[in-house]
C-alpha cells in the first residue's frame, strides 16, 4: 500500500485510466499507468452485470484476482459500497482484496449515510490492522454525483462528509462531478485529505487540477463506455453486411496484444 499513498504526494497528479478487466488493465500498464484503477460500471458490464451493487462479491473479489495477476504497479479496485450494509461484512470483503495483491479500494456513500460509511472505513482499518496489513482507501462522496444537497450547499456537506470519513481513517476523498474552479478550491482547501476528481464535462484540464492541488484524476467509466458504443457499431454493421466496417483498419496488430501477456504470471 505504500508504494500507492506515495503516488498521492502532490508531486504529480495521478492520471488513472479505469480498467474494467485484466486485459485492458495490463494495456493501461504498457502505456505507462503508474498505477492502475478500476470503474465498477465497466467492470459490471463486462462481468454481465448492472452497475450499482448488483455484482456478487465473490465475482468482484476474482475479478480483481484476475487483474492483479498481470499487473507489476499497484491496483486499486471500486468496491461500489463494499457489497454489504454491514461495516464488519464489508471488511471481510476487503481483506479478501488484500489477500488477491490489491493496494486500494474506491468505496462510496452513495445512497447510504455518512454515518454508516464511516463505520465501513473504520472496520475496514481496524480488521486489516489485525491482519497486519493496510490498504488504501478512497472515500468515493456522491453529493454532487447525485445531487444530495443543493447547489450552493455541495461544498459545505462534502467538507462535512470529508470530516467523518477523514475521521474515521479514510486516505483520500473521491468527488466525481465537482467542476467550478472555486469549488474544487474550497474542497482542496478543507477536506484534510488528498483530492481526486473525476474526468467530466466541463472538469478543468489536468495542468490546472493539478494547480488547485487536487491530487488524482480519475476517467471513469467513459473509455469502456466509448468502447461499448465503438463494438456497437461494428457489430451492427458485421450484422447487416457481413463487414465490421472501417474501423476494423484500427484494430490493434494481434502480436502486440499478443506481447501485453507474455510471461504474465499463471
Sequence with gaps: MSDFKKLHDGSKLLHLPNAWDAGSARLFESLGAPAIATTSAGVAWAAGYADGDNMPVDVAVNIAASIARVLTVPLSVDFENGYSDDA????????????????GINLEDGGGTPQLLAEKIAAIKKLAAQSGEDIFINTRTDVYLRGLAPEGERVA???????????????S????????????????????????VMDWPGVPSADDLHKLGVRRLSAGSGIPQALWAVAADMGRDFLATGSAGPLIEKAMPYGELQKLFIGARQ
Excluded at 476487503?94 to 493496494?103: E, M, S, T, W
Excluded at 476523498?173 to 472555486?182: A, H, M, Q, S
Design 88 to 103: 464488519n461484512t464489508v471488511a471481510r470483503n476487503v481483506l479478501r482484496l488484500i489477500g488477491v495483491g490489491v493496494a
Design 173 to 196: 476523498l473521491f468527488v466525481p462531478g465537482i467542476c467550478k474552479v472555486d469549488e474544487i478550491k474550497a474542497v482542496v482547501a478543507g477536506a484534510g485529505l488528498p483530492v481526486n
Design 157 to 171: 456537506e462534502v467538507l462535512k462528509r470529508a470530516a467523518l470519513y477523514k475521521g474515521a481513517g479514510a486516505d
